[in-house]
């Protein structure tokens, strides 16, 4: 469930302020090396999301920090947030959340409304909640015009020589349904807060940052691959289609 939904108007927020400091120390940590000194590695999942929805005179957002629990991946409880918005506001609008509401639901079926929805985690999203984060924005993407970024920090359990990793098969699915991948060390502001906070020495932090480099080129490969499937099997079924009606003819 939401914890808190806030409410902004004409406000943004500040990108440096999404983590405090303590939580960049414990959860983004770009000096390990996966598979190795597995206890230092953060055993929870942290998430932040901000939903905007633009129009010409309003701007709005809606945001959460979320984490996951025994029973619960952070991604479902971004799901049951999101749910929440969506659902919610036409159902029973809040009266604080009137301006929303209203800018939502006159633009539903026309698209005229642009939202983002930036995610940034220090996880990857598993195989399942990848699936399950991709249909959802194909559901929403029937009324509304959606732009998807997540940002996360570390791959999700990546074994390193394993390339059919099925969470790397996720992330090329998500990346090929259109939703943005960035590693979160391509930010400037985290970029300076790491530096500024020393998280491990700047040598590992290099040695790091290349190997989350060649697994985000994996993805991008993996998701190419999927795009040229998904065109030759449209050229099949027009070809196919052709063949059939110049029969009929
Ligand atoms: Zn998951």
Redesign the pocket.
Same mark, same amino acid.
């Given at each position: 469930m939401a914890e808190a939904l806030s409410y902004d108007d004409e406000s943004e927020d500040s990108e440096d302020n999404i983590f405090s400091d303590e939580e960049i120390k414990q959860y983004f940590r770009v000096d390990l090396m996966y598979m190795e000194r597995v206890k230092e590695w953060p055993n929870k999942t942290i998430l932040h999301y901000v939903l905007t929805v633009n129009n010409l005179k309003t701007h709005t957002s809606f945001s959460n920090k979320l984490f996951?629990s025994s029973k619960k991946?952070?991604? !479902?409880n971004l799901l049951e947030d999101l749910k929440e918005i969506f659902d919610g506001l036409e159902k029973n609008p809040l009266e604080e959340l009137e301006g929303a509401f209203k800018a939502l639901s006159l633009t539903k079926k026309n698209k005229v409304m642009k939202m983002e929805l930036e995610i940034t985690m220090n996880y990857s999203?598993?195989? !399942?909640?990848?699936d399950n984060i991709k249909s959802y924005i194909n559901e929403i993407e029937k009324d509304f015009d959606i732009h998807v970024i997540i940002r996360f920090g570390s791959f999700?359990l990546l074994y390193p020589k394993d390339d059919k990793n099925k969470h790397i098969e996720g992330l090329a699915q998500l990346q090929n349904a259109e939703i943005i991948l960035y590693l979160v060390w391509d930010l400037n502001w985290l970029k300076k807060r790491i530096k500024k906070l020393e998280i491990g020495s700047k040598k590992e932090r290099k040695k790091r940052k290349k190997k989350d480099r060649k697994y985000m080129e994996l993805v991008s490969k993996k998701a190419l691959k999927l795009l040229k499937k998904t065109r030759n099997s449209l050229h099949k079924n027009v070809a196919s289609k052709t063949a059939k009606s110049s029969e009929t003819t």
């Open positions: 996951n991946h952070a991604e !479902e999203p598993c195989k !399942e909640c990848a999700y």
